[in-house]
């Protein structure tokens, strides 16, 4: 079946570093997604990419997704300590994201 | 606001009984979805539903059983046959299949096997 490995698993920072996690599939995909889950709480969406190298920015937060739609890379730029928590990718196929497969995710914490 | 509601929050259950976890969304969202999260671990998908009285099994669906007699509503019940019910438990739902964008999610069941 489908995986998603995700990378690091975890990721401590001072506050003001920039901080990465990647994401691979072992099949193409037709989308991915990210989300973010704040300790003791639950995931929240926070991109969806769909295009064969798509680029997208929010704030301090850049998503990419590969040219062969089979990797991606959420990076963060400055972090600060409400970036604290758990990043996902979760990776669609088929056409539809009716069933997503998530990835193990990478703990993010920050030393103010 | 519209949202999903779990509950409850925390749950124990003692060996071989059956308990079943509330999810109820007023979103007007077709889809819903049912996740188990193990510390350290992705998120594992036990059931899916994508119409009233229709849904299908995830990847981890053994010692589970779901219903879907209403849009609103998607309760997920964790059988004596589950092995390691321990798990913080996750309803999710979405607009429809073909619609951009995530999942909503609630803010999870933890269930505690005592």
């Known amino acids: 079946g489908q995986q998603v490995m995700q990378i690091p698993q975890y990721q401590h920072v001072q506050e003001g570093e920039d901080f990465t996690t990647y994401c691979n599939s072992s099949?193409?995909?037709?989308?991915i997604q990210w989300y973010k889950q704040r300790p003791g709480g639950h995931p929240v969406f926070l991109i969806q990419?769909?295009?064969?190298?798509e680029v997208k920015k929010q704030k301090r937060l850049t998503f990419q997704f590969g040219e062969a739609k089979k990797n991606s890379s959420l990076h963060i730029t400055a972090t600060q300590t409400t970036d604290v928590g758990t990043y996902f990718c979760?990776?669609?196929?088929?056409?539809?994201?009716?069933?997503?497969?998530f990835g193990k995710g990478t703990l993010l914490t920050v030393n103010p | 606001d519209g949202g999903i509601t779990q509950s409850p929050k925390y749950l124990f259950r003692k060996e071989g009984q059956n308990v079943t976890l509330s999810c109820e969304q007023n979103?007007?969202?077709?889809?819903m979805y049912w996740y188990r999260q193990d510390p350290g671990q992705g998120l594992r998908l036990i059931y899916y539903?994508?119409?009233?009285?229709?849904?299908q099994k995830g990847d981890i669906a053994e010692g589970y059983s779901v219903s879907r007699e209403k849009k609103e509503s998607f309760p997920l019940t964790v059988t004596s046959a589950q092995k390691n019910p321990t798990a913080f438990y996750l309803c999710?739902?979405?607009?429809?299949?073909?619609?951009?964008?995530?999942?909503?999610f609630g803010s999870g069941t933890r269930l505690t096997v005592v």
């Open positions: 999710a739902s979405k607009q429809n299949r073909a619609a951009p964008g995530g999942y909503t």
């Open positions: 099949t193409t995909l037709s989308n």
């Open positions: 990419l769909v295009k064969s190298g």
């Open positions: 979760a990776g669609g196929r088929g056409g539809s994201n009716y069933k997503l497969t």
């Open positions: 979103l007007n969202h077709d889809a």
């Open positions: 539903s994508q119409i009233v009285n229709d849904f």
